[in-house]
C-alpha cells in the first residue's frame, strides 16, 4: 500500500513536526516552479504557502476561467511572496483548456484547487505529464472519478511522483498526536464514532435575477459552483468529507461493509441541486458504527467535532480547543498547533528536494468515496455496500462540456424514487 | 465631485490620481468595469487590471486614452477634454497607481465617512445615559506599566471619565452581529460568515464572544452605535489598565476569586460575570478571554507616551495590543499591566489568501469590552476609532 502518512509523522517525530527541516539555499540546486489551476482564495493560499515551503520554489503560471480572479490572487501574492511570484503574461492561462496549458508551460509541481469536479481530469493530466501535485479535496463527484484518480494514483506511484492530497487533519500535529493516543490503545477498542459538521451554507446561491445576460449554463454554474452537484459532489462530500476523512483514518483507511443515510434540502434550492443536510451511518466489521451529521444551514445548532467511543475511553476533537480522552486514561493535547496547510506543502518540497515520495493518491480517493458513498445512500433512500459505491455507474461530472453550452440541472435527488446506478 | 473629497496620500507629479484620475475612473469607467464586472474583460479596480489597456509612458498604444479621447468610451456622452487630457498626461507621466489601492476600497472608504457623519450627528442629538451593564469610570490620573521588560517606564497618565461594560462582550450579544440581516441602507460592514463553528464547542448563552479581528471588534461597536444611539468603541491600553487597577496598585491577591484562568477554567472558557468585580464594578478583567484595545503594541511605546489619554494608532497590521490574559494562560499572565501583541498565527486555520478580516481563528482566548466616553468625540476622531485602517494583512 501507499505511504501511509500517519505513520511517517509518527516516526518523524515530535520535534521534526515542530520545526520541518526545510532544504535551505546553499542545498538547492534550481527553482522549483509552481503552476497554480485554480485562483481563488484557497488556491491562492496554497500557492503562497508553497512558495513559504522552498527556498527557491517560484510560481511561473495560473490558470482559472475567470481574468479577475487571476488578478486579485497575483495581487495577492506579489504582496504576501513578492519576487518568488514570476509570472509572465504568456503564462497567464483562461479557459476551461487552461491547466493544461500550466502543465505545459515547464512547471515541477501543480496544485490543484478548482472546483472538485474537474479534479480527476486535471490530476491524470497532471501525472501522465510528470508533474508534482497538490491536489485539494475533495478529488471527485462521482465514482467514475474515482475509478480514475485511484488509477492516476497507482501511475503517480509508478512513475515516484509526489501526489500529497488537501485533507489536511492528517497533517494537523495535534491531531496526528491524538490518532497516536487512540491507535496507541487509550480508549480501546473503538465501538463507534460520532461526527458532526453542522455550519451554516457555504456559498448560497444567488437568486435567478443575478445572472447576467448571455452567461451560459455552464459559466453560471461554474460561477455558483457549491450548489451544483457536477461541480462540488455535494455539500456531505465537500466539507464534511473531513470528517469522512477522520473516521477513515479511526479504521486504519479500511473501508466499511455498507452505510444507510438520510438526507434533504430545507431552504430553497434556487436552482441548484444540493442537499443541505444528511445524517449517514457507516457499518464497519464488527459491528462497529460511525455516524456523520452534515447540515448547511442558518440559524441552528452549529457544531463540527469528532467523539470516539472505545471499550475504555471516549475520546472528543472539537468540543473545546484542545482533544481530550476522558475514561480509563485521561489525555488532553498540550502542546502548540501549527499550522498544518503549510505543514503540506512543506513536506510536498521537502520530498521533492530529498527524491522521497509521498503519495496521498489513494486515501484521498478512498475517503472522498466514504462520504460519496453516504450521498448515494441519503439521494435514494437505500442500503449501500462499499462495492456498490465503488463500481457505481452514476455520471455527475458530464462527459463533455462547453463553455458557452447549456446544461440542464437535474432535480434534487428524491430518496425512494432516486434510482441507484 | 464627491470622490475627490476623499484624498489618498499624494502621489508626485503634475496630474494627482486620487484628485484627477482616480475619481473618473470610479465614476466613468467602474460602473461596467468595475470587479465583478467586466465589460469586455476589461477592469479598472486595481493596478494589476488596469494596466491591462494602459502603456504607462504611451497613451497613444493605450487602450484606456485611445477609447475615451476617440469618444467610443464611455458609452454616451465623451468625457469632457479636461478629464481626457488629465488621463492622457498621466499615463505619459508613468500612470503611477498608488500602492495596493483599490478604486472601489476607496469608494467604500467614502461611503463609509458618509456613514458615520450621520452616526454622529444622532448621536449628538441623544441625550440618554449609557445602559446600566456599563460602570462610570472617574477622570483621575494613575501610574501606568510597572519596571518589568515592555510595561517600564512606570509613569503617570491622565484619563477622562468613561463607561465601561460590566462584562465581556457576549456571544449573546455578538451573534445578532455576525448573522441578523442587514438593516437597510445605512448598513455598518459585518462579518462574512465563518467557515468553523466560532465557539469551538465551549458554549454560547452567557458565554464570552471569541476569536474576532480588532477591526470586527471595532465593526461591532459601529453597529452597536448605530443601532442604540450610543457612541461605543474599543477601550484604548491605557484606559484598560486604569479601570483593571480600579484605583488599586495591580493585580488582587486571591487571583482565583476573581479570574478564569489555567489553573481553574478547566480548558474553556466560562459564563461572565461568576467571578468577583474589581472595585469600580468590572467582572472578568482578568482571565477568561483577554480582550482588544485600540492600541498598536509597541514594547517601547511608554518611553515618548503623550501624558494625557494616550492611543497608540495601528500603523500595521500587527501587533495591537490584547489585554488581562484568558483562560488558557497562567497567573503569571493576568496582570493589569501585562501587554499582550497580535501575531499571524492567531489566523493560521484559515486557509484562504486573502486572510479573513473577521476571524483570528486561532485565538480561541481572545475577546472584547466596549466603552463609552463622557464626551463624545467628533466624526472624524469616530471615523478612526471604528477604522483602524490596517484590517488587512497584507
Known amino acids: ?421 | 465631485m464627491r470622490y475627490a473629497a476623499f484624498l489618498w496620500a499624494v502621489a508626485a507629479g503634475a496630474v494627482d490620481f486620487n484628485t484627477a484620475i482616480a475619481p473618473v475612473l470610479t465614476e466613468s469607467c467602474l460602473p461596467c468595469h468595475g470587479s465583478g464586472k467586466a465589460g469586455g474583460g476589461v477592469r479598472y479596480s486595481t493596478a494589476a487590471s488596469a494596466m491591462r489597456t494602459i502603456v504607462a509612458g504611451a497613451p497613444e498604444k493605450s487602450t484606456l486614452y485611445l477609447s475615451i479621447e476617440s469618444g467610443a468610451m464611455p458609452p454616451g456622452e465623451k468625457l469632457p477634454k479636461a478629464q481626457v487630457d488629465a488621463i492622457r498626461d498621466w499615463i505619459k507621466e508613468g500612470a503611477k497607481w498608488p500602492a495596493g489601492l483599490s478604486l472601489e476600497q476607496a469608494r467604500a472608504a467614502v461611503n463609509e465617512r458618509e456613514l458615520v457623519k450621520r452616526l454622529h450627528d444622532k448621536v449628538a442629538a441623544n441625550s440618554a445615559l449609557p445602559p446600566a451593564t456599563m460602570a462610570k469610570i472617574p477622570e483621575g490620573d494613575f501610574v501606568m506599566g510597572s519596571n518589568k521588560k515592555d510595561e517600564a517606564p512606570a509613569h503617570k497618565v491622565h484619563i477622562d471619565a468613561f463607561y465601561m461594560d460590566k462584562y465581556e462582550v457576549t456571544w449573546d450579544q455578538y451573534r445578532p452581529f455576525m448573522f441578523a440581516k442587514d438593516e437597510g441602507v445605512d448598513a455598518v460592514s459585518r462579518p462574512t460568515r465563518p467557515y468553523v463553528e466560532m465557539s469551538f464547542g465551549m458554549g454560547i448563552e452567557g458565554f464570552p464572544a471569541i476569536s474576532m479581528t480588532q477591526h470586527a471588534a471595532n465593526k461591532y461597536a459601529e453597529w452597536l452605535s448605530q443601532k442604540t444611539g450610543q457612541f461605543y468603541r474599543l477601550p484604548t491600553e491605557a484606559e484598560w489598565e486604569y479601570a483593571c487597577r480600579a484605583g488599586t496598585d495591580d493585580t488582587p491577591k486571591d487571583l482565583e476569586k476573581y479570574a478564569w484562568f489555567a489553573a481553574n477554567s478547566g480548558g474553556k472558557y466560562q459564563k461572565v460575570g461568576q467571578k468577583l468585580p474589581n472595585a469600580w464594578g468590572l467582572y472578568d478583567m482578568l482571565g477568561n478571554v483577554m480582550e482588544w484595545t485600540l492600541d498598536q503594541y509597541a514594547a517601547d511605546y511608554y518611553a515618548h507616551s503623550p501624558a494625557a489619554n494616550p492611543r497608540n494608532q495601528a500603523k500595521t497590521p500587527y501587533p495591537l495590543v490584547a489585554r488581562g490574559g484568558s483562560w488558557q494562560d497562567g497567573a503569571e499572565k493576568l496582570t493589569c499591566t501585562a501587554r499582550v501583541g497580535s501575531d499571524p498565527s492567531w489566523k493560521e486555520q484559515d486557509p484562504q489568501l486573502p486572510k479573513s478580516i473577521w476571524y483570528e481563528t486561532d485565538a480561541q482566548g481572545l475577546g472584547f469590552r466596549l466603552v463609552r466616553p463622557v464626551k463624545i468625540p467628533s466624526a472624524e476622531e469616530m471615523y478612526k476609532y471604528w477604522n483602524n485602517g490596517v484590517e488587512r494583512d497584507n
Request: proline share 5%.
Open chain 1, 1 to 421: 500500500m501507499e505511504d501511509n502518512r500517519r505513520d511517517f509523522l509518527k516516526t518523524a517525530g515530535a520535534a521534526a513536526l515542530a520545526f520541518p527541516a526545510l532544504i535551505r539555499a546553499e542545498q538547492a540546486t534550481n527553482a522549483i516552479k509552481v503552476g497554480l489551476v485554480g485562483c481563488g482564495g484557497r488556491g491562492t493560499g496554497a500557492a503562497a504557502q508553497a512558495m513559504k515551503a522552498d527556498d527557491f520554489a517560484e510560481l511561473t503560471a495560473v490558470a482559472d476561467i475567470s481574468q479577475e480572479r487571476i488578478d486579485t490572487c497575483l495581487d495577492q501574492l506579489l504582496k504576501t511572496s513578492g519576487q518568488k511570484v514570476k509570472v509572465e503574461a504568456k503564462n497567464i492561462f483562461l479557459g476551461l483548456d487552461a491547466y493544461q496549458k500550466v502543465i505545459d508551460s515547464g512547471v515541477d509541481v501543480v496544485i490543484l484547487a478548482t472546483p472538485p469536479g474537474f479534479r480527476p481530469a486535471h490530476l491524470r493530466a497532471c501525472i501522465e505529464a510528470g508533474k508534482h501535485v497538490f491536489c485539494e479535496k475533495p478529488i471527485a463527484v462521482d465514482a467514475f472519478g474515482v475509478r480514475d484518480v485511484l488509477e492516476t494514483a497507482k501511475l503517480a506511484k509508478a512513475k515516484n511522483l509526489n501526489l500529497v492530497s488537501g485533507f489536511c487533519w492528517r497533517y494537523s500535529n495535534y491531531i496526528v498526536a491524538t490518532f497516536d493516543q487512540i491507535k496507541a490503545g487509550a480508549i480501546g477498542d473503538i465501538v463507534a464514532y460520532y461526527a458532526t459538521y453542522y455550519t451554516s451554507p457555504v456559498k448560497p446561491m444567488p437568486p435567478a435575477s443575478a445572472r447576467p445576460a448571455g452567461m451560459s449554463d455552464v459559466q453560471w454554474q461554474i460561477a455558483n459552483w457549491y450548489n451544483f452537484q457536477w461541480l462540488c459532489a455535494d455539500s456531505l462530500v465537500e466539507q464534511a468529507v473531513h470528517s469522512a476523512d477522520k473516521i477513515a483514518w479511526s479504521q486504519g483507511d479500511k473501508p466499511p461493509l455498507s452505510c444507510t443515510a438520510v438526507g434533504g434540502r430545507q431552504i430553497p434550492a434556487e436552482g441548484g441541486n444540493i442537499f443541505d443536510h444528511f445524517e449517514v451511518n457507516y457499518l464497519y466489521p464488527n459491528g462497529v458504527r460511525a455516524f456523520l451529521g452534515s447540515r448547511q444551514i442558518e440559524g441552528c445548532w452549529n457544531e463540527n467535532a469528532d467523539y470516539i467511543m472505545g471499550t475504555k475511553g471516549v475520546c472528543t476533537i472539537g468540543r473545546s480547543p484542545m482533544p481530550k480522552i476522558t475514561g480509563q486514561t485521561e489525555w488532553t493535547y498540550t502542546g502548540t498547533k501549527y499550522d498544518m496547510y503549510q505543514y503540506e506543502h512543506d513536506m510536498l518540497f521537502q520530498a521533492i528536494r530529498k527524491g522521497q515520495t509521498i503519495n496521498n493518491g489513494e486515501r484521498m480517493a478512498t475517503s472522498t468515496l466514504l462520504a460519496m458513498m453516504g450521498r448515494m445512500a441519503a439521494y435514494t433512500g437505500r442500503e449501500i455496500t462499499w462495492d456498490m459505491a465503488l463500481n457505481s455507474q452514476e455520471r455527475i461530472f458530464p462527459e463533455k462540456l462547453d463553455w458557452n453550452g447549456s446544461l440542464p440541472v437535474p432535480p434534487l435527488p428524491r430518496p425512494g424514487i432516486t434510482k441507484f446506478l
